[in-house]
Nanobody, 122 residues
Framework: QVQLVESGGGLVQPGGSLRLSCAAS????????MGWYRQAPGRERELVAT???????SYGDSVQGRFTISEDNARNTVYLQMNSLKPEDTAVYSC????????????????WGQGTQVTVSS
């Protein structure tokens, strides 16, 4: 009932930048948090960045200072600006959103996007 559509992945050289977008749609009453996770081959999924309602943000240690998460509340969209990219940032990046559905009675949702590939290579 909540769909997340990601865009912005691709191939970039080390040191380059990319901007990911994730738009949520559906029967949304409220969004408590939206964020990005990534998973590289042979590794567990890890937190990249998350933003809670009110603007509180959290970043994974490996991206702190290089990545910035932001949001457009009116569009239920979250962005991930990735700068100074490194080969070890190569992974499938997935968007996640948690909140409440616009149903009676309200109930929680926890939705994932389909993922977008980010490859950092020369």
């Amino acid at each position: 009932q909540v769909q997340l559509v990601e865009s912005g992945g691709g191939l970039v050289q080390p040191g380059g930048s990319l901007r990911l977008s994730c738009a949520a749609s559906g029967s949304i009453f409220s969004i408590d948090a939206m964020g990005w996770y990534r998973q590289a081959p042979g590794r567990e999924r890890e937190l990249v960045a998350t933003m809670r309602s009110g603007g509180w943000t959290s970043y994974g240690d490996s991206v702190q200072g290089r990545f910035t998460i932001s949001e457009d509340n009116a569009r239920n969209t979250v962005y991930l600006q990735m700068n100074s990219l490194k080969p070890e940032d190569t992974a499938v990046y997935s968007c996640n959103a948690v909140g409440r559905l616009r149903v009676v009675p309200p109930r929680a949702f926890n939705s994932w996007g389909q993922g977008t590939q980010v490859t950092v290579s020369s």
